[in-house]
């Protein structure tokens, strides 16, 4: 198979949009270019701090106006056609572009300013922040990307060939390592929505990253927990779970499980073997097991049930100036879906307290899980 090949152009906007092509693509290296009139990009949104907390809220207004479940034939996700011009102006394996109504950005501060180093902890009152208090504000600067796995306007991560799979991830790997290179990013986010349940405004088969101007909440918790602990806290997570009866596949490279204090009714965890921070991190070998590792998973996800299980894949990342040697890698897919046709909603406990209340019993997820691996082909 030959190189994956990366195609870099722009959106009449000034958007950049980058195109994948897999390594066994037909496609031509030729690129058609977007005809759309250009629009103007939307302001910055604006970040207030909670001062009960210390995290920082966006306020993306532009995003109320974005598009919501519209019909196949207006799809914004698909290949421009005559009569439908849409964000992507030819025919692609992969495609990556800056979103029309981000949630942090577009702009970024100018490089050697106080901005251009980032907020830090969200919950930190250090580097720009000022303190906790009411009122405080601060431009939320950053980038958010979408990443369009095919363009097939329906399936899923499961549908993908394995070429198609591997060039996702080759596509993850890219964009980690040069959001991180941006001013102000302080940690980059690979995810997936995937089902209206979990709230998806687009049907087509497609992802996001969001590079964030500060160390998000999730990841300053764990990082209160190894300062705890201590730096070896993920190892001896994976350790840990390793010799216990929710492992679902053990490759080379990664350990798939169901962790041990499993919030949601569906949850699985996958962690390395050795410590990489990030996708930009990874080997080649380990890109290549996490797109069979992946694909499969996904699928055993939709063999739980005789209809599609909505999830949330959130590929955990380390910040960058902080917790590197000590955050790997790390994938968490969670779905509410605790039986065929009921759902776990966040009610008073975990809504008003952040205290969830499990269930299913983890060991219980992982019985199932293995019963739809044993009929998955790789």
């Known amino acids: 198979m030959s190189a994956i090949a990366k195609r870099v152009t722009r959106l009449s906007d000034g958007r950049e949009l980058i195109y994948f092509d897999d390594g066994d693509t037909k496609l031509s290296p030729e690129r058609k270019?977007?005809?759309?009139?250009?629009?103007?990009?939307?302001?910055?949104?604006?970040?207030?701090?909670?001062?009960?907390?210390?995290?920082?809220?966006?306020?993306?207004?532009?995003?109320?106006?974005?598009?919501?479940?519209?019909?196949?034939?207006?799809?914004?996700?698909?290949?421009?056609?005559?009569?439908?011009?849409?964000?992507?102006?030819?025919?692609?394996d992969v495609a990556v572009f800056e979103n029309k109504s981000p949630s942090f950005g577009p702009a970024l501060p100018a490089p050697g300013t106080a901005d251009a180093a980032g907020l830090g902890d969200s919950r930190e009152t250090t580097g720009n922040a000022d303190g906790i208090g009411p009122g405080r504000t601060h431009p939320a600067y950053g980038r958010c990307e979408v990443v369009c796995f095919s363009p097939e306007r329906t399936g899923s991560w499961g549908d993908l060939t394995l070429s198609r799979a591997r060039t996702v991830v080759e596509a993850w790997a890219d964009r980690t390592e040069a959001l991180s290179a941006l001013p102000g990013i302080q940690q980059v986010y690979v995810f997936e929505n995937r089902g209206k349940e979990i709230g998806v405004t687009l049907h087509h088969p497609h992802g996001q990253i969001y590079a964030y101007p500060y160390v998000t909440p999730r990841t300053s918790r764990l990082l209160d927990s190894v300062q705890a602990y201590g730096p070896q806290l993920m190892a001896d997570i994976l350790a840990f779970e390793q010799k216990s009866e929710r492992v679902l596949i053990r490759g080379e490279h990664f350990t798939v499980f169901v962790p041990f204090a499993a919030r949601w009714p569906i949850e699985v965890h996958v962690l390395p073997h050795r410590h990489v921070p990030d996708f930009a991190a990874t080997s080649a070998a380990e890109r290549d097991e996490i797109a069979v590792m992946y694909r499969k998973l996904v699928r055993a996800i939709d063999h739980l049930y005789d209809t599609?299980?909505?999830?949330?894949?959130?590929?955990?990342?380390?910040?960058?100036?902080?917790?590197?040697?000590?955050?790997?890698?790390?994938?968490?897919?969670t779905s509410p879906r605790r039986a065929a046709d009921k759902l776990k909603y966040l009610a008073g406990s975990e809504t008003g307290m952040g205290a969830f209340i499990g269930d299913i019993a983890p060991e219980a997820t992982a019985e199932r899980f293995r019963a739809a691996l044993s009929v998955i082909s790789d």
């Not at 599609?308 to 897919?333: F, K, N, S, V």
């Open 33 to 92: 270019p977007d005809e759309r009139p250009p629009e103007p990009r939307p302001p910055v949104p604006e970040l207030r701090l909670d001062p009960l907390t210390g995290e920082w809220i966006s306020v993306a207004v532009a995003r109320q106006n974005r598009a919501f479940l519209p019909p196949a034939d207006l799809d914004p996700l698909a290949p421009t056609t005559p009569g439908h011009l849409t964000e992507i102006p030819d025919m692609y």
């Open 308 to 333: 599609p299980t909505p999830y949330i894949a959130a590929w955990h990342q380390a910040p960058l100036r902080r917790g590197r040697d000590e955050i790997r890698l790390m994938l968490q897919i």
